[in-house]
């Protein structure tokens, strides 16, 4: 399974609160089988989590009750036989080094509401960049 959420991010940008949810998460979702791609925007996170549906499910709860996250709003949760970040516990972008909006106006899409498609999409070109 997978969820692509979006939340507003309540911390400072590089600081110790966001390093914490880095590591935190890198440790968490090794131990429950659990790969994705965490982007930073601006003060919007773009998260795609993916693994098996109950470990994903705990890990979402966990992420709507956590106080760096606001207004924590699901894009797309679908079944998936294939991962799309296999290798990546948690992989990370920022604006400073890809920016979605910039990579949204070089592919034409919606740079208002970005699609689901158009996230994983540029998610997957900000990680293969990174391996």
Known sequence: MAILY????LTPKGGAAERDILVTSRLKNTAAGL???????SDIYYQWLEG???????AFDRIRSDDRHGGV???DRQRTETRSFPTWSMGYGNSKTTS??????????PLHLPRASD?????????????
């Open 6 to 9: 979006r939340s507003e991010a």
């Open 35 to 41: 790969t994705g791609f965490l982007h930073r925007e």
């Open 52 to 58: 098996p549906e109950p470990e994903v499910l705990k």
């Open 73 to 75: 709003e699901v894009l």
């Open 100 to 109: 979605l909006f910039d990579w949204a106006a070089d592919h034409d899409a």
């Open 119 to 131: 996230i994983l999409a540029f998610m997957k070109e900000c990680a293969a960049r990174l391996e």
